[in-house]
């Protein structure tokens, strides 16, 4: 059983920053994929970074490339979501996901890899 819990949401004018965090807790070791998800309002949940233990990592938006980083710190069993230069369209809920990199492969940003998921965290960048 792993759980796991963001933080760090908020609001944000446009053009500021914000950092997530993912604390993973349980059986943690088994989950060696780390990945951020979000979801804006009507709109279907997408994938936006993923992280690998050896620490590789996925961007799947081309809109955050450059914007968005992730890390983790394996030492601290946490994940993070850098995010510079906000814009209006980042709100959503932001969700992090974990599973064992052998389900996911080359698939990172598919959910159904992904046996965990925390609770999400709200983003709202507005003036």
């Known amino acids: 059983q792993v759980q796991l819990t963001e933080s760090g949401g908020g609001s944000v004018p446009p053009g500021g920053s914000l950092r997530l965090s993912c604390a993973a807790s349980g059986d943690i070791a088994t989950r060696d994929v780390m990945t951020w998800f979000r979801q804006a309002q009507g709109k279907e949940r997408e994938g936006v970074a993923s992280i690998f233990v050896d620490g590789s990592t996925y961007y799947n938006l081309d809109s955050v490339k450059g914007r968005f980083k992730i890390s983790r710190d394996n030492a601290k069993k946490t994940a993070y979501l850098q995010m510079n230069n906000v814009r209006p369209s980042d709100s959503a809920i932001y969700y992090c996901?974990?599973?064992?990199?052998?389900?996911?492969?080359?698939?990172?940003?598919?959910?159904?890899?992904?046996?965990?998921w925390g609770q999400g965290t709200q983003v709202t960048v507005s003036f």
């Open positions: 996901a974990a599973a064992p990199s052998r389900w996911v492969s080359t698939q990172p940003f598919q959910e159904s890899k992904y046996p965990d």
